[in-house]
């Protein structure tokens, strides 16, 4: 009896699919007409459509239009934007005219333009180098260095370098040294590390100023030095 019971039960719980409403399961026509699919199915399209639509083959003014933005945000050398504009034809999908004397009358241009608005000054750019670097605590030889991998002209490179690092009337420490003493304060070593240096520390040391181009002599001399003879 009680499985008897237990069976009635059951049936009882049975549900008949023939009563449901017809409204109650969607259809494929109900997904046809709802909007949200088909709005969806548009913009997929649309994505498609600019996947697929090609780029306007650059020019003149394109090559000018996209050096002068790169301007506005990177200082460079005269023959460094010229490497630059060079890569941007060569990465375009597209270009007018795939004549090399043609693109570099684009370069031309768009380096005179940059010219006339001072967007370029290989002097300028030279002089400013040479002060960071000098700041930064590096010898002369290796602010040359880094100068000449911005590709910057080396009547300019030793016109700021002997503007910068030579000894003048005036001066109160050779400029070399000082750029020492801004190496060693940079690092916190010598009169602005620690008091007590053992002799690892002190190699660990000279070979930090050996780094920015800074003689063996120079570098014991201001690290020996106290912050008063600095």
Request: proline residues 4%; charged residues 30%.
């Amino acid at each position: 009896p009680r499985a008897r019971g237990h069976r009635s039960q059951r049936n009882s719980e049975h549900i008949d699919l023939s009563t449901l409403d017809n409204h109650a399961i969607p259809h494929s026509s109900d997904q046809e007409n709802d909007p949200s699919s088909s709005h969806s199915d548009s913009s997929r399209s649309k994505n498609q459509s600019k996947r697929s639509k090609k780029r306007s083959p650059i020019n003149e003014q394109w090559v000018k239009s996209a050096g002068l933005r790169y301007l506005g945000r990177f200082s460079a050398s005269e023959q460094h934007f010229r490497t630059i504009l060079m890569n941007k034809i060569k990465q375009a999908e597209q270009r007018e005219s795939e004549d090399p004397a043609i693109h570099k009358q684009w370069i031309d241009a768009t380096v005179l333009l940059a010219i006339e608005y001072e967007f370029i000054n290989d002097e300028k750019l030279a002089s400013d180098l040479a002060k960071a670097y000098k700041r930064k605590g590096l010898a002369q030889h290796a602010a040359r260095q880094k100068m000449r991998q911005k590709k910057i002209s080396n009547p300019h490179i030793e016109a700021a370098l002997t503007d910068r690092y030579s000894f003048k009337e005036g001066d109160r420490v050779d400029p070399t040294l000082f750029a020492a003493v801004c190496a060693a304060k940079k690092k916190r070593i010598g009169p602005w590390g620690p008091t007590q240096v053992d002799y690892p520390t002190l190699q660990k040391q000279l070979a930090k100023e050996a780094r920015r181009g800074l003689s063996n002599g120079i570098a014991k001399k201001v690290l020996r030095a106290s912050l008063e003879e600095t």
